[in-house]
């Protein structure tokens, strides 16, 4: 099982590794201020709140406590069931 930090850091360098491999390539300067032009109207929109990314985390740490063998369900219920009970409060707070 792995820890919050860990999977954090797993989720935020798989996000990054996302995010250079779909950059262009290209080095001249109007291809470079004409892509800053469209990417800011489109980061204004999609900005990506920690409300979000918490629901993203606990969703990815519930359904691996769901995927834990029968040995070690008993040590993770308690887990699972604190989980699904944050998420239903954040849910009601939204």
Known sequence: MESSGELMRRLAMNEASDDDSQEDVSDSPADE?????????E?????ITKKERLAVVMDALTE?????SEEDRGKYE???QRL???KEQAEEKR
Request: net charge positive; hydrophobic share 25%.
């Open 33 to 41: 201020s004409s892509r800053k032009r469209s990417a800011e109207p």
């Open 43 to 47: 980061s204004a929109k999609k900005k």
């Open 64 to 68: 691996s406590l769901k995927t834990v």
């Open 78 to 80: 308690y887990k699972s």
């Open 84 to 86: 699904a009970f944050e």
